[in-house]
């Protein structure tokens, strides 16, 4: 996982990205066939907020997501074997409202990163 988020007094763009590979091998209770399932996952996500109030920020973004899969199983003294995989990709239209934060503001005037790594899950990265 990761999470970039780039603001100044206005306006914040955020980065969410998210991957996951899951995956299993093992044999069947019954006949004791091999079988590996394996399911991958990949999501990005892209929104830009507007700080509509002090404490509101609204914006618009987009998700998109793609899932592969697979399953194989072994063929048996009795029943055959199976090798099927799938990938779906799919994209998400965003409309976002959020609480606004107080934001630190950097006397450059420039933006800051919140990216979603060190403690509490967040810190905090100047571009000054």
Same mark, same amino acid.
């Given at each position: 996982?990761?999470?970039?988020?780039?603001?100044?007094?206005?306006?914040?763009?955020?980065?969410?990205?998210?991957?996951?590979?899951?995956?299993?091998e093992g044999l069947t209770p019954v006949t004791e066939r091999q079988v590996e399932?394996?399911?991958?996952?990949?999501?990005?996500?892209?929104?830009?907020?507007?700080?509509?109030?002090?404490?509101?920020?609204?914006?618009?973004?987009? =998700?998109?997501? #793609?899932?592969?899969?697979?399953?194989? $199983?072994?063929? &048996?003294?009795?029943?055959? *074997? +199976?090798?099927?995989?799938?990938?779906?990709?799919?994209?998400?239209?965003?409309?976002?409202?959020?609480?606004?934060?107080? =934001?630190?503001? #950097?006397?450059?005037?420039?933006?800051? $990163?919140?990216? &979603?790594?060190?403690?509490? *899950? +967040?810190?905090?990265?100047?571009?000054?």
């Amino acid at each position: 996982m990761l999470y970039l988020e780039m603001a100044n007094r206005n306006w914040a763009i955020r980065l969410d990205g998210l991957y996951m590979n899951l995956g299993e091998e093992g044999l069947t209770p019954v006949t004791e066939r091999q079988v590996e399932v394996d399911l991958k996952q990949v999501a990005i996500q892209a929104t830009g907020l507007w700080r509509a109030t002090s404490g509101v920020e609204i914006g618009i973004g987009g =998700r998109l997501n #793609s899932i592969k899969t697979g399953l194989k $199983v072994q063929p &048996g003294q009795v029943l055959p *074997g +199976r090798d099927d995989s799938g990938t779906n990709t799919w994209f998400d239209p965003l409309t976002v409202a959020r609480e606004a934060e107080q =934001r630190y503001v #950097s006397p450059y005037h420039l933006a800051y $990163v919140y990216t &979603g790594l060190g403690e509490d *899950g +967040r810190a905090m990265d100047c571009l000054e």
